[in-house]
């Protein structure tokens, strides 16, 4: 069983940055991937960054040059650095990882994100 851990959001203005941490409850080595998701109310979820553990990275179109996932192998923590926030943002922001044993996937509890205008 995994556990991830969010924290890092709330509200900020337009332009201005925001940090999300994902806490694991295990090595994230054991991950075969681990990434953000978000969703906004009315809207399906949708990855925003990845991060595989080879240390590859993708990151959706529109937050590409804004956003940037990264992650710490000692303390089992994966971030998202969000810089130049917008208000179509705004969203409930979901870590979540792949088991590299089972490939079953985990999700963090969510954080909110509100970027005003």
């Known amino acids: 069983q995994v556990q991830l851990v969010e924290s890092g959001g709330g509200l900020v203005q337009a332009g201005g940055p925001l940090r999300l941490s994902c806490a694991a409850s295990?090595?994230?080595?054991?991950?075969?991937?681990m990434g953000w998701y978000r969703q906004a109310p009315g809207k399906q979820r949708e990855l925003v960054a990845a991060i595989t553990s080879g240390g590859s990275t993708n990151d959706a179109d529109s937050v590409k040059g804004r956003f940037t996932i990264s992650r710490d192998n000692a303390k089992n923590t994966v971030y998202l650095q969000m810089n130049s926030l917008k208000p179509e943002d705004t969203a409930v922001y979901f870590c979540?990882?792949?088991?590299?044993?089972?490939?079953?996937?985990?999700w963090g509890q969510g954080t909110q994100v509100t970027v005003s205008s």
């Open positions: 295990g090595s994230i080595f054991s991950m075969h991937a």
């Open positions: 979540s990882a792949v088991l590299r044993t089972t490939m079953a996937r985990y």
